[in-house]
């Protein structure tokens, strides 16, 4: 993918193996139910004296392998500071922030606003429209030729692995006001692999860094805040005039009946103010991220991620799918449906299909409900979201302020290749303006079907693995999925 510009970043940031005779193998145990957290076991003497752990003749004997195991680390780091004013909206992209170095997997990204004292900012004052995080290649002998009109020069952009269009969507990870519970942690043994160079990326490219790119509307004083972050152009300083000589996400000129969204809320873009309101009241702020990761080895399964976009308009040439993902949409006086509820949905193909590991989405206030589809109807993966009810900061009142996740069992969802997924997001029935449905999908490839993953229950916990055989590319079949220890089964 070519390089591209800083205004199109912003527009786009197992199992028991049953067998006679005596086996040696290695497990994973995982907290029971769906989600990732505390599963890995962080002290063996938890097991002290278990050394008989089933009932009838199955002899489980854990060895002391987790002491030369891949430990997990952690690291919070805070982004540079930028200024917020009353009605203001901050747009701001970072490049070459912290981040771990090195061949890692990374297990967790979680990310809110603060301000200069590294407290926590509430939604209602300081709205975190997004952050995404970009992934590019730097040669450092050009980007020194960079300047401010051309900040992206020497540096090349390494989207995720789709579907949209270009570098329409192409972020590495990215929340906004649901950043705070919602949960981008993936369950082990399957990370982001990074610290290495793409065969796509010119070798001249050399140097691996990361991007910010912050939305922040400041809506202390504003006479309407819902208004002012759902960017609704009637309430900003902007006219309809504003948008003849200006072309939307799809590259086509924008109409002047637009009624909202990140075209409304650009760098110069100030929210109406209570009158007499004092705007001269700046705050600073940073985006407080952790990094949770690994170094890389065989015992590591790296996954790929997916955005599915609720705008995209699919058509094919011939059999090959062209996608236009508009990444914002709104539910204006014309388009609301009779009924509570406004259903906004799509049909995506995957031309790659694998496990699902793990589903979440991102979104905006009015949300209900959101769900994926398999092309039979099944459904893939459901979420929730979870909204505020006081004042202090990640329970805001009215906000959504998280997203529930999926968690399958391991193998227990296989997308095909060219299925066609349908992604649905419900929203309250009201006008609303710059909504985001963003479907993220995260799976495995896989190259043969056989072996399949099977989920045993051990003592409340899940246990997974595989009957033998290769799950994922370049891989070791064995060693990837069992990384704590080792136990012998007789059965």
Not at 106 to 111: D, G, L, S, Y
Request: hydrophobic share 30%; with cysteine; proline share 5%.
């Amino acid at each position: 993918m070519a390089p591209f510009s800083s205004s199109q970043a912003r527009r786009c940031g197992l199992f028991l193996i049953r067998r006679v005779s005596l086996l040696t193998v290695r497990v994973l145990l995982v907290r029971e139910g769906n989600s990732p957290r505390g599963s890995l076991i962080d002290n063996m003497t938890a097991f002290s004296g278990a050394q008989q752990l089933a009932s009838g003749d199955s002899r489980i004997i854990f060895a002391r392998q987790y002491e030369n195991s891949n430990h997990i680390k952690t690291a919070t780091f805070y982004s540079e500071q930028f200024v917020l004013e009353p009605g203001k909206v901050t747009i701001t992209d970072l490049f070459d922030i912290e981040f771990p170095r090195g061949h890692i997997g990374i297990k967790n990204f979680q990310a809110e606003l603060v301000d200069e004292h590294r407290n926590s900012l509430p939604l209602y004052e300081a709205y975190l429209h997004h952050y995404f995080v970009l992934r590019y290649f730097e040669n450092v002998t050009m980007s020194r030729q960079a300047n401010q009109s051309q900040p992206i020069y020497g540096k090349y952009f390494r989207r995720n692995d789709g579907v949209c269009q270009g570098s329409v969507n192409s972020y590495s990870w990215g929340l906004g006001v649901d950043a705070r519970k919602t949960s981008l942690e993936l369950p082990d043994p399957f990370r982001i692999e990074v610290g290495t160079h793409p065969e796509n990326v010119p070798k001249e490219y050399n140097e691996e860094k990361w991007l910010f790119d912050i939305m922040v509307i400041d809506t202390r004083g504003t006479e309407d805040k819902n208004g002012c972050t759902e960017c609704r152009c009637d309430h900003y300083n902007v006219k309809s005039e504003d948008f003849v000589s200006k072309t939307g996400i799809d590259g086509k000129p924008m109409s002047g009946d637009y009624k909202g969204g990140i075209f409304c809320c650009e760098k110069t873009s100030q929210c109406k103010l209570q009158k007499g309101y004092n705007n001269k009241q700046p705050r600073k702020a940073s985006l407080k991220y952790t990094v949770t990761w690994v170094d890389w080895d065989q015992y590591q399964v790296p996954i790929k991620f997916y955005i599915l976009d609720v705008t995209d308009q699919v058509t094919y040439n011939g059999s090959e799918p062209i996608h236009n993902c508009m990444v914002e949409y709104s539910i204006t006086p014309q388009n609301t449906d009779i009924g509570h509820y406004h259903i906004k949905k799509t049909k995506i193909p995957m031309k790659k299909g694998g496990n699902l590991i793990y589903s979440i989405v991102h979104v905006h206030p009015g949300i209900i409900n959101a769900t994926l589809y398999g092309e039979n109807g099944k459904v893939l993966c459901a979420v929730q979201p979870t909204y505020g009810t006081g004042e202090e900061p990640g329970n805001e009142k009215g906000y959504v302020v998280g997203m529930s996740g999926c968690y399958p069992k391991p193998g227990s969802i296989k997308i095909q290749d060219g299925e066609i997924l349908t992604v649905e997001f419900i929203h309250e029935n009201k006008y609303n303006t710059g909504l985001m449905g963003h479907f993220y999908v995260r799976i495995i490839i896989v190259v043969r079907t056989e072996p399949m993953i099977e989920p045993i229950r051990l003592l409340g916990h899940w246990v997974t693995g595989l009957t033998g055989g290769s799950l994922v590319e370049s891989v070791n079949p064995v060693k990837t999925h069992m990384q704590l220890f080792s136990c012998e089964v007789d059965i």
